[in-house]
Structures are given as structure tokens and as C-alpha cells.
Nanobody, 117 residues
Framework: QVQLVESGGGLVQPGESLALSCVAS????????MGWYRQAPGQQRELVAT????????NYADSVKGRFTISRDSAKNTVYLQMNSLKPEDTAVYYC??????????WGQGTQVTVSS
């Protein structure tokens, strides 16, 4: 089993920055991908960014490219999402995800990000 705990959400004004963290614990091994997804009210959950276990490969949604940066600290089993130049349309619940072929598919409880003036 794997547990994911997110932190760092909150209320910010448009143009401001926010950083999210996700700490993974439990039986983590092999090759896996960690990432951030988000879900706005009435919308489907969508990918924001992912990073491989080695940290060499990242992937971003077009809507956040150039504004968001995903990174990881493998020693701490932690993945980060630095969000800059936030827009009202970034408002959503942000979920941390870990997926590995041998580990399984796990989700955090979510953290609310609200961008409003």
C-alpha cells in the first residue's frame, strides 16, 4: 500500500504563485510515475503534470506549460508543483497521483487551490 499526503493549497490572487507538495509513503519500489491532476467543479479530472521516478522525464498539460514546474526529491519521496502566474481558471482541487505497473495506482485526498481577486 502507498499513502499520498498533499499540502500547500490555498487562496491566492491572479498572477500570484503557490507551491504544492505531496509526500509518498509505504511500499514504493521500481519504476513509477508521480503527478498532479486537478478537478474543477462540474469538470472531469485532468492531468496537470507528471514526472518519472528517475526525475528525467516530465510532462505538462498545454494550459500550464511555462507557468507550472513539477519536481521531485527522491530521497524524501516527495513531489512538488510550483505554480506561477496563476489564473482564475486554475481554480480546482489538486490531486497527487502515483502509478507503477508493480505498485498500483494511488491518489491523495486532494488540496483546494482557489485563484480569485
Amino acid at each position: 500500500q502507498v499513502q499520498l499526503v498533499e499540502s500547500g493549497g490555498g487562496l491566492v490572487q491572479p498572477g500570484e504563485s503557490l507551491a504544492l507538495s505531496c509526500v509518498a509513503s509505504g511500499s514504493i519500489y521500481g519504476i513509477y510515475v508521480m503527478g498532479w491532476y486537478r478537478q474543477a467543479p462540474g469538470q472531469q479530472r485532468e492531468l496537470v503534470a507528471t514526472i518519472t521516478s528517475g526525475g528525467r522525464s516530465t510532462n505538462y498539460a498545454d494550459s500550464v506549460k511555462g507557468r507550472f514546474t513539477i519536481s521531485r526529491d527522491s530521497a524524501k519521496n516527495t513531489v512538488y508543483l510550483q505554480m506561477n502566474s496563476l489564473k482564475p481558471e486554475d481554480t480546482a482541487v489538486y490531486y497527487c497521483n502515483l502509478y507503477g505497473d508493480y505498485i498500483g495506482d494511488y491518489w491523495g485526498q486532494g488540496t483546494q487551490v482557489t485563484v480569485s481577486s
